[in-house]
């Protein structure tokens, strides 16, 4: 059974930092892309980050550019996000997402459910 | 960047009905678009990917059509658990934006 379970969330004041993880199970990580989606309350989904299985095509959402870092690590099966200066408009909930494999862009077939970051002074 | 729109932004409708959302990229995309499903207080899925490749396990009555920057997602007969906000997603490059969603609910 494929599994994603994101750790990391919580409460951070603006200008702060925090380090999401995404630790899967029941596939192979290393041959998937992978992608963080935020949805803040209420609202609409937004992409945030790309990184594909060797690290070397990563991409970011114009919002959060300079200030995310996506990362992973093959060997222990786990998806980063570091998230630096955040910001109140930052606050939602992050999932870690899979992307359909194959050569090129899919789309998203597993979600984990998502971890809740709240910046707030 | 391209941008996505979605027609309209909630409806209503009762069971049994046909359902149509639109969803507008502002430039061309081939057919690289997805559907997902949102129910209330889940995680979205995959409903549809290349425009209208039902994924598996994906009722019937779901359908995706279009081509370009013009997409339809269609709901044959609209059951109960329909009920939920529908998001299209261009994948044809980064970034991979979403819509601004379309909420569905039953009249």
């Known amino acids: 059974e494929v599994q994603l379970v994101e750790s990391g969330g919580g409460l951070v004041k603006p200008g702060g930092s925090l380090r999401l993880s995404c630790a899967v199970s029941?596939?192979?990580?290393?041959?998937?892309?992978m992608n963080w989606v935020r949805q803040a309350p209420g609202k609409g989904l937004e992409w945030v980050s790309s990184?594909?299985?060797?690290?070397?095509?990563?991409y970011y959402a114009d919002s959060v550019k300079g200030r995310f870092t996506i990362s992973r690590d093959n060997a222990k099966n786990s998806l980063y996000l570091q998230m630096n200066s955040l910001r109140a408009e930052d606050t939602a909930v992050y999932y870690c997402?899979?992307?359909?494999?194959?050569?090129?862009?899919?789309?998203?077939?597993?979600w984990g459910q998502g971890t809740l970051v709240t910046v707030s002074s | 960047d391209i941008q996505m729109t979605q027609s309209p932004s909630s409806l209503s409708a009762s069971i049994g009905d046909r359902v149509t959302i639109t969803c507008r990229a502002s430039?061309?995309?081939?057919?690289?678009l997805a559907w997902y499903q949102q129910n209330p207080g889940k995680v979205p899925k995959l409903l549809i990917s290349?425009?209208?490749t039902l994924q598996s396990g994906v009722p019937s009555r779901f359908s995706g059509s279009g081509s370009g920057t013009d997409f339809t997602l269609t709901i044959s007969s609209l059951q109960p658990e329909d009920v939920a906000t529908y998001y299209c997603?261009?994948?044809?490059?980064?970034?991979?934006?979403f819509g601004p969603g379309t909420k569905l609910d039953i009249k």
């Open positions: 990184i594909n299985t060797a690290s070397d095509y990563i």
């Open positions: 029941g596939f192979t990580f290393s041959a998937y892309s």
């Open positions: 290349a425009a209208s």
């Open positions: 997402v899979r992307e359909l494999p194959g050569r090129g862009t899919y789309p998203f077939d597993y």
């Open positions: 997603q261009k994948y044809n490059s980064p970034p991979f934006t």
């Open positions: 430039q061309g995309i081939d057919n690289y």
